[in-house]
């Protein structure tokens, strides 16, 4: 009894994991990745980072150390975890972004 229960919620978790994988849509709710020669702005982040402010439609360009990554704000999420579009083992700590709404779009 006790190996079925086991099984059945393994099967559960797998499920449920699967609900929150990320798919290409899901990020492009989040802006785009640019070219860093794209970028109008450079924000160096360190490990006692917690936080970043953007504006939609800017692209910025990241530097962690010696590496870095640029982002275009250009989605509809006005705040996320950074670590979900940098570049893989690029930012070890969460790091949110809070977006303000583009002015372009606001008289």
Not at 18 to 37: E, R
Not at 57 to 63: A, Q, R
Not at 70 to 77: E, H, I, M, Q, R
Request: glycine share 6%.
């Amino acid at each position: 009894m006790n190996a079925i229960k086991s099984v059945l919620a393994a099967g559960l978790l797998s499920i449920g994991t699967l609900a929150f994988a990320q798919t290409p849509a899901d990020l492009s709710l989040l802006g785009d990745s640019a070219p860093v020669t794209a970028a109008t702005r450079t924000i160096v982040l360190t490990p006692s980072t917690t936080f970043v402010n953007v504006t939609g439609g800017e692209t910025i360009k990241f530097i962690v150390g010696e590496k870095s990554f640029a982002w275009n704000f250009d989605g509809p999420v006005s705040s996320f975890d950074l670590k979900r579009v940098a570049p893989a083992n690029m930012l070890e700590q969460t790091l949110k972004v809070y977006v303000a709404p583009n002015p372009t779009y606001f008289p």
